[in-house]
């Protein structure tokens, strides 16, 4: 059986190299690459389509939950594990409604992390230890029974791909890379989106993206 191929994205090196010595003597796993950002995970997903990404939440230039989303597209058979030293809650919820399959928090044992790459390589899904069942009641309540009537969940899937980015600060060229599509088709995008929210300018955006929760400046810190 051939070895899971495994993508690390997380901008510590020292940590990277940390899960590499964890993982090489583990016979059915492989890292086949790293990445220290948003941008550079994609990228590297595309490249090597990974059966497997490590993914931290904190990172640069696009967070680890902005990330995740994204993979779907790029690399639709690609699982998401986070390791992230964020235990709240929300960071949970938002990342499990992004797509991630197994969420460890830093710290947790070693174990559990390959217990998680194993589970994810199968399509399981895998919590830490440190996640209580009232977060996945709570994800699955709010998941499910959430009223879709807010301003933002008018926009298409796309078109909250292409708001998620702009408040990242991406340009539309920078936009058109990440999603493969035209420039012209982001500032189409841009305009539906204008349109939708009333929102005409990128200050606006990150403006109301945070004051309805949609992006937390913790996430900024980086």
């Known amino acids: 059986m051939k070895p899971i ?3 690390l994205a997380d901008d510590h090196s020292i940590l990277r190299e940390g899960l590499r010595l964890l993982i090489a003597p583990q016979s059915d796993m492989e890292v086949v ?11 590297k997903a595309r490249k090597l389509q990974p059966q497997v990404i490590v993914i931290d939440i904190a990172m640069p230039r696009m967070n680890g939950i902005e990330t995740i989303s994204l993979l779907k597209d790029c690399c639709p058979d690609c699982r998401t594990v ?11 919820h938002e990342a499990l409604k992004a797509g ?4 460890i928090v ?9 217990e998680a790459i194993r589970c994810a390589a199968q399509g399981k899904a895998f919590l830490a230890n440190q996640v209580q069942q009232t977060v ?4 699955l309540k709010h998941h499910d029974d959430k009223p879709k009537t807010s301003e933002f969940d008018r926009l298409s899937d796309r078109e909250q791909q ?8 991406n340009t539309s060229s920078q936009i058109a890379d990440i999603l493969c599509i035209s420039p012209k088709t982001v500032d189409k995008h841009r305009a539906a989106i204008t349109h939708k929210l009333g929102i005409d300018n990128p200050v606006k955006m990150v403006q109301y993206a945070i ?3 949609l992006i937390d400046p913790e996430l900024w810190e980086k």
């Open 136 to 139: 996945i009641r709570s994800y």
């Open 5 to 7: 191929r495994i993508l």
């Open 162 to 169: 292409v708001f998620r980015l702009l408040v990242e600060g």
């Open 211 to 213: 004051r309805t929760g």
């Open 106 to 114: 830093k710290g947790a044992p070693s174990s559990e992390l390959l």
């Open 33 to 43: 690459g790293e990445a220290c950002d948003g941008f550079e995970t994609l990228e």
């Open 100 to 103: 991630a399959t197994a969420y």
């Open 82 to 92: 986070v390791l992230s030293g964020y235990e709240k809650d929300a960071y949970i």
